[in-house]
Each structure stands twice: as structure tokens, then as C-alpha cells.
């Protein structure tokens, strides 16, 4: 039994951490390309890396659940009451939803030749929003993985103030940014410049 849950452990860091880099690389990349509207190439790998992101989170659903049941299967309903593993499993849940908005209307928005930074103020604000809770939610989960310190330690609303504290200034920073994409645009030119 204990061989069985080191693997599906080991596949379920793995996968997590292909899908950290495939999120944390593309928003890098989408940041840098914020000016300029997505050419055939840049929609190719938007496109590549939604579906690469998607198969992951599958099989760290599956994985996840797996770990779930093993964990069950050795430690009962104790295990069940670990706050850690119900926050780790919200904060999974809101990264999925997300997932499904940012496949569903943001990604469709930055495919019709339109530069992020000429999308109208609306559809910059729930794009930079959507993105930021992602970003924030990947990181999170992430964080959530390796506290094992936190086990049955640390209650659920403690976790969740947290991830609500992360969500807030990234959301609040993207905000921010897709308000004046412009001004932002010229502060990184001058940057460059010194």
C-alpha cells in the first residue's frame, strides 16, 4: 500500500509541477505579448498550452483523489478531518472554475487579433482578473502541497483567509495593470532605457 501511494504521490508532484511551470510561463509570455495582437504562431502555443494544462489537471484530479482514498483506506475518517486537505481541495475547485472562464471567455478574447492593451476596459478587467486568480490559485494550491507542517495543525479558515489575502492583492495588481496598460507599457520602455 505504501509503494502504491509513493507513486501516485510522486506522479501527482510531477504533474503539478509541469502544470506550474505551463501556467507560470505562459502568463510571462501573455504579459510580454499584452501589446501586440497574437499571431498565428502565439495562438498555436496559447492553444498547446490549454490543452497541456487541461490533461494535468485531470491527472492531478485523479492523482489527488487517489491520495484521498489511500489516505482513507489507512487512516479513516482522521485523515478526512485534516483542514488542510479540504482547503487544498476549495482552493482546487476555485482553480478549476477558473480554468473553465479563462478557456471560455478570456482566451477567446485574446484570439481575435486585438492587442490585450485595445480590448475595452471591461474585457481587460475580467481578463487580468481571471488570469490573476489563477496564477494566485496554481501558487497556492502549490504552497498547500509541500506544508506538511499544517496537517491537522492549522484550521481551515486560517488557510482560506489566507488564499483570500493572495487573491486580493493579485487580483488588485491586475486590476491595476489592465486599467492602464498603456502607462504600464511606457514605464517598462523607460526601464529599459537605464
Same mark, same amino acid.
Given at each position: 500500500m505504501e509503494t502504491i501511494k509513493l507513486g501516485v504521490l510522486y506522479? *501527482? $508532484?510531477? @504533474? /503539478?509541477?509541469? =502544470?506550474? +511551470?505551463?501556467?507560470l510561463k505562459a502568463d510571462y509570455r501573455l504579459w510580454g505579448w499584452r501589446g501586440k495582437p497574437l499571431d498565428t504562431s502565439r495562438?498555436? #502555443?496559447?492553444? *498547446?498550452?490549454? $490543452?497541456?494544462?487541461?490533461?494535468?489537471?485531470?491527472?492531478l484530479w485523479g492523482t489527488g483523489l487517489m491520495l484521498i482514498v489511500l489516505g482513507y483506506a489507512k487512516e479513516g475518517g482522521h485523515y478526512l478531518a485534516n483542514p488542510k486537505l479540504w482547503a487544498k481541495l476549495s482552493v482546487v475547485v476555485v482553480l478549476s472554475a477558473n480554468g473553465l472562464l479563462l478557456h471560455r471567455i478570456v482566451f477567446p478574447l485574446l484570439t481575435v487579433r486585438i492587442a490585450f492593451c485595445d480590448l475595452p476596459?471591461? %474585457?481587460? +478587467?475580467?481578463?487580468?482578473?481571471?488570469?490573476a486568480i489563477s496564477c494566485a490559485s496554481w501558487l497556492f494550491a502549490a504552497m498547500?502541497?509541500?506544508?506538511?507542517?499544517?496537517?491537522?495543525? %492549522?484550521? #481551515?479558515?486560517? &488557510? /482560506? =483567509?489566507l488564499y483570500l489575502m493572495l487573491l486580493l492583492? @493579485?487580483?488588485? +495588481?491586475? $486590476?491595476? /495593470?489592465? +486599467?492602464?496598460? &498603456?502607462?504600464?507599457?511606457? $514605464?517598462?520602455?523607460?526601464s529599459r532605457a537605464y
Amino acid at each position: 500500500m505504501e509503494t502504491i501511494k509513493l507513486g501516485v504521490l510522486y506522479a *501527482h $508532484l510531477i @504533474a /503539478m509541477c509541469f =502544470a506550474l +511551470v505551463a501556467v507560470l510561463k505562459a502568463d510571462y509570455r501573455l504579459w510580454g505579448w499584452r501589446g501586440k495582437p497574437l499571431d498565428t504562431s502565439r495562438r498555436r #502555443y496559447l492553444e *498547446h498550452t490549454q $490543452l497541456t494544462v487541461t490533461r494535468l489537471l485531470v491527472i492531478l484530479w485523479g492523482t489527488g483523489l487517489m491520495l484521498i482514498v489511500l489516505g482513507y483506506a489507512k487512516e479513516g475518517g482522521h485523515y478526512l478531518a485534516n483542514p488542510k486537505l479540504w482547503a487544498k481541495l476549495s482552493v482546487v475547485v476555485v482553480l478549476s472554475a477558473n480554468g473553465l472562464l479563462l478557456h471560455r471567455i478570456v482566451f477567446p478574447l485574446l484570439t481575435v487579433r486585438i492587442a490585450f492593451c485595445d480590448l475595452p476596459l471591461q %474585457e481587460r +478587467v475580467l481578463a487580468g482578473a481571471l488570469g490573476a486568480i489563477s496564477c494566485a490559485s496554481w501558487l497556492f494550491a502549490a504552497m498547500l502541497g509541500i506544508a506538511r507542517d499544517w496537517n491537522h495543525r %492549522e484550521p #481551515y479558515t486560517l &488557510e /482560506m =483567509a489566507l488564499y483570500l489575502m493572495l487573491l486580493l492583492c @493579485a487580483v488588485g +495588481v491586475a $486590476l491595476a /495593470m489592465a +486599467v492602464m496598460p &498603456e502607462g504600464l507599457g511606457r $514605464l517598462r520602455t523607460r526601464s529599459r532605457a537605464y
